[in-house]
């Protein structure tokens, strides 16, 4: 079984030389080096590299030496600008990049951006034409981001981290953490769009091996369709809540999943969505 992270972010120590915009509370570094080295531990194959937008917003420099560095292991997204009127140009210019499988658009809840901005629109434009899918977060925003989705219905979605806000500390969990459940389950009938399963372990109200979570992942995995479920960690935004193997295990090991669901959740259905596969 190929196992693929469907979204990790690594970046190098804050410095002058390459300024984080925000200091979020991750480790002080994860580089590209120390990411396969826990890659390695787990037995995790490969990942899409996300460029982490808290540190770097829409420069991926970091991300493509990265990718040069290990390009079996990797392949890459990146966070585009709706606000850039050239963003088109931006899209077909990364399309070219080595390991290049995707762009990322931020549509939170407190961005304020409508389903009808121009700027999306010429983004989701320029996906379809350069044949890129397009991540979306859209947690704690999923009416919005139905919206989108329904307004292009011919471009190809990924839907970040459950379309439901996940904490960034333990203390930060909700009290009702899958509140959101029955608009990611409607979410399921654009036929356009998959989801990412990536930091579900964060959405726990119990230990390791987070046990709680599984009850409402079988109604994400009977309403989307294993083929349309991406399993990954959010390494290392999830950081202060689960390690990476805390992140890995409880997938690789449960008995809830047969094993060839855990084949198509762990890596089969990340490798149909980008196109990609690791190698060796």
């Known amino acids: 079984m190929t196992i693929i992270d469907c979204q990790i972010h690594a970046y190098e120590a804050n410095t002058p030389q390459r300024p984080w915009h925000t200091v979020p509370n991750w480790p002080a570094h994860v580089t590209g080096d120390e990411m396969v080295a826990a890659m390695d531990k787990v037995g995790v194959d490969g990942a899409i590299f996300i460029s982490p937008f808290a540190m770097h917003r829409y ?22 600008d709706p606000d850039d009127p050239a963003v088109a140009d931006v899209i077909a210019e990364w399309e070219k990049s080595p390991g290049t499988v995707g762009i990322r658009i931020m549509m939170p809840k407190e961005g304020k951006r409508e389903p009808n901005d121009p700027g999306l629109d010429r983004i989701l434009r320029a996906a379809v034409k350069h044949d890129l899918p397009v991540n979306m977060l859209c947690w704690g925003n999923v009416d919005v981001g139905t919206a989108l989705v329904d307004r292009h219905p011919d471009t190809r979605f990924i839907i970040d981290h459950l379309a439901i806000m996940q904490p960034r500390t333990p203390d930060a969990l909700a009290a009702q953490p899958w509140a959101d459940l029955s608009k990611v389950l409607d979410f399921a009938k654009r036929k356009n769009a998959v989801i990412k399963i990536s930091g579900a372990c964060t959405l726990s109200q119990k230990p390791y091996p987070f046990p709680d979570i599984w009850d409402p992942l079988a109604r994400v995995f009977d309403a989307w369709g294993f083929d349309r479920c991406l399993w990954g960690t959010d390494w290392t935004r999830a950081f202060a809540v689960v390690n990476y193997e805390q992140a890995v295990e409880p997938f690789r090991l449960t008995d809830r999943l047969s094993e060839s669901e855990r084949a198509m959740l762990m890596g089969g259905a990340c490798a149909k969505a980008y196109r990609w596969s690791p190698k060796a």
Do not use: M
């Open 59 to 80: 420069d991926a420099s970091y991300a493509v030496e990265v990718q040069r560095a290990h390009p079996g292991r990797f392949a890459l997204v990146k966070p585009v």
